[in-house]
């Protein structure tokens, strides 16, 4: 197939990504299998496949039944129907799932035993325990637990998105049988209980301790609930809902007040997807999917537990030996606490690689334009800021000092959306100007500018960033951040914040690009740039790390630059919609993917442009929503030595990675890279680590 003959819109071309998305989970499936973390690290990410399980079914799945619904018939690039996205994804699930009882059940749980961390069934506790575990629920579990019946006097009880509830089976004296559903008050409880030993105590250390489920407590007291009844059987289940609740901003009339209000809807949305455990029987299975209006193919049996994601518990455990070992974070020696941020920002422009560099940098950046006299205002875009977040204490701090201090809070960060609320309210009551979002537009830029009065007049200085301004995920998600008080970027920063909280309409920025108005017309006209340059000298090269690329223009430029002759290595963490090594068309595209210790969140793009590199970081990965429904920024790194850093060392540190990379095939699967006989092994994210900060000379 020549180049003209070649049909960028033909389905073939393009993984569903719906499909990709399964595929990337498995991949942290893999890491709950993977024997070279330490055991609890494993546990995590058996929790976080889990979790990550829950949103895909309340968003993605959601999103499709609703297509289905509503007969739409647009399809996405790869032609496939909201029908037969849904029978993929159920036909693909099944084996994960089989693999995450698998690696619960016959790998973690005995290893767990073996390092004193027991998960006790409650018909194996001692006589002792059991005594304990009775207090325990008369004393506080029981008045707490509201029995719901279900029959002719009794509507169907209202359950509520990813609760965990008992369906149970009771009798009465004429040996009529009656349905009804308990509660499992997980948000009042641990889901894991820790009890007491042989001897009644409960050690002061992890070094033996031992659990027994809440349900399981829950479901041996049953009788105290239905007095004169007999509990026949009981079971474990839960419900996922669609929590995709648009939220209409033009007829909003307060923000604010609407995204609360869509919040407390989350837990009402239509069920999409009942979990139960593998003993239910059928005809309660056939009920609750009946009563939910839940199909059966999404009527999915697992094995004890329900609910994996809340395994996470396990990780509060002190036992240092079964995590990852800590590291030091590095610490540039001109942003230690007592330096002057502002004139190391003046001296050369600061990049931070987190969490190999420390976030702190970045806290007292906002730390000390608060106290600092000369500063005049702050200004922040604020996406997922965390709770207890040092960021926003010290934006409060600001305005207490007397500071301008304006925040773009995004209240339609989804699952953020409480927290967001929560400090958008107290930065309110202080006297921030708060802005709350766009018109249309979700703010996903990572932008904080300080405004400072100096000897020779007013000077802007900026961080830039590829993650959020939150200091816990800033521990295990990897992100860049630029430090810089470049005239040119200070400018564009500054108009976009006019844009962003006033009527601003600015359609060209002097050195970034911006969604939704530059940033795809220009990586588009990037890439042509590279094939022109591949056609005239044959020396083209891309280079783009993301976390998603979907786009199906961009997808289109990108098989045109391979077709031409151009190299394009491809890091995609999750989903990626191009399928690399097809003849003629992508056979110059490469594409990895890492999943390991932690989270690959950064986005850079680079572009060889014939020696005269380029190199953009920023909070945008190639997707529509990205490059058309969101405020976006990618900036420039213009400074030689940390350009350079970055282009020689940590992303071809990254490109080698031959540990925790995977390869995606043409047929959209995965395979698990290996050090060839030649080649040391590589893991990227350990080599970072103990390489943190010595990529670059940061006073060059």
């Not at 180049?3 to 991949?27: G, K």
């Not at 749980?109 to 390092?115: D, F, G, I, R, S």
């Not at 967001?420 to 537009?441: M, S």
């Not at 282009?647 to 395979?671: C, F």
Request: a negative charge; charged letters at 25%.
């Amino acid at each position: 197939m020549t180049l003209q003959e070649v049909q960028y819109d033909d389905p073939s071309l393009y993984i569903n990504r719906e499909l990709s998305w399964i595929r990337f989970n498995r991949h942290v499936l893999d890491e709950a299998l993977d024997e070279s973390h330490p055991l609890l690290e494993r546990v995590k990410f058996l929790s976080i496949f889990a979790n990550n399980l829950d949103e895909f079914f309340m968003i993605r799945v959601s999103g499709l039944q609703r297509q289905l619904a509503k007969g739409v018939l647009k399809a996405p690039p790869d032609g496939m129907t909201a029908g037969q996205q849904l029978d993929a994804i159920h036909t693909m699930l099944l084996p994960d799932l089989q693999a995450q009882d698998e690696c619960w059940h016959n790998e973690l749980l005995p290893k767990l035993a073996e390092q004193g961390i027991l998960l006790r069934k409650y018909d194996a506790l001692t006589d002792r325990q059991k005594s304990a575990m009775d207090r325990f629920f008369v004393e506080e579990i029981f008045p707490v637990l509201t029995p719901l019946a279900f029959d002719s006097s009794h509507p169907f009880p209202f359950i509520s998105n990813l609760s965990l509830n008992l369906a149970i089976i009771v009798r009465d004296h004429s040996g009529k049988e009656f349905f009804a559903r308990v509660k499992v008050p997980t948000k009042l409880f641990p889901r894991l209980v820790r009890i007491p030993g042989a001897d009644g105590s409960l050690k002061n250390d992890d070094s033996l301790v031992q659990f027994v489920y809440l349900e399981e407590i829950i479901a041996a007291h049953l009788d105290m609930l239905f007095p004169g009844l007999d509990v026949i059987a009981s079971f474990p289940f839960r419900i996922t809902r669609d929590a995709d609740l648009e939220i209409e901003v033009d007829e909003a009339s307060d923000l604010l007040t609407t995204v609360e209000e869509v919040v407390e809807q989350r837990a009402r949305g239509k069920p999409v997807r009942i979990e139960v455990e593998c003993s239910m029987h059928d005809g309660i299975c056939h009920t609750l999917g009946s009563k939910l209006g839940v199909p059966k193919s999404m009527i999915y049996h697992v094995a004890h537990p329900v609910g994996m994601a809340d395994l996470m518990q396990l990780m509060s455990l002190d036992r240092p030996e079964l995590k990852d070992t800590p590291f030091l974070p590095s610490m540039p020696d001109d942003l230690t606490d007592d330096m002057d941020v502002f004139s190391a920002i003046r001296r050369h422009d600061i990049l931070l690689y987190h969490p190999y560099d420390s976030f702190t940098p970045v806290v007292n950046f906002i730390r000390q334009a608060a106290r600092d006299p000369d500063v005049l205002a702050i200004k922040i875009t604020l996406y997922r800021v965390g709770s207890n977040s040092p960021i926003v204490n010290a934006l409060m701090e600001a305005r207490e000092n007397g500071k301008t201090v304006a925040a773009l809070i995004e209240l339609k960060a989804r699952f953020d959306e409480e927290n967001n609320i929560g400090w958008a309210r107290a930065l309110e009551r202080l006297g921030v100007h708060v802005v709350y979002g766009v018109v249309n537009l979700k703010v996903h830029a990572k932008l904080c500018m300080v405004v400072r009065r100096e000897k020779d007049g007013i000077r802007r200085y900026m961080h830039l960033g590829t993650g959020n301004y939150n200091a816990a995920t800033a521990r295990i998600y990897t992100d860049f951040g630029l430090m810089t008080c470049d005239p040119g970027i200070g400018e564009d920063v500054a108009n976009l914040f006019n844009f962003l909280t006033g009527y601003a309409r600015i359609e060209e920025y002097t050195k970034l690009m911006v969604a939704p108005v530059t940033i795809r017309k220009m990586i588009l006209e990037k890439i042509e740039r590279e094939i022109a340059r591949q056609r005239s000298h044959g020396d083209g090269h891309l280079i783009f790390k993301m976390n998603a690329l979907v786009d199906a223009a961009c997808i289109a430029a990108l098989y045109r630059a391979s077709a031409a002759g151009v190299k394009v290595d491809l890091q995609v963490r999750g989903i990626c919609c191009l399928r690399p090594g097809l003849p003629g068309i992508s056979e110059n595209i490469r594409v990895s993917a890492i999943v390991g210790r932690f989270l690959e969140h950064a986005r850079a793009y680079y572009f060889y442009n014939g020696g005269n590199e380029e190199l953009w970081l920023g909070s945008a990965d190639l997707m529509p929503r990205n490059l058309d429904k969101r405020v976006e920024v990618l900036f420039p790194v213009e400074n030689e030595p940390l350009k350079k850093a970055v282009i020689k060392t940590i992303l071809p540190v990254q490109l080698g990675d031959n540990s925790k990379s995977r390869i995606l095939l043409p047929d959209g699967t995965y395979s698990r890279r290996r050090p060839d006989k030649s080649e040391e092994p590589l893991n990227a994210q350990s080599w970072l680590v103990g390489h943190r900060g010595a990529w670059y000379d940061r006073h060059s």
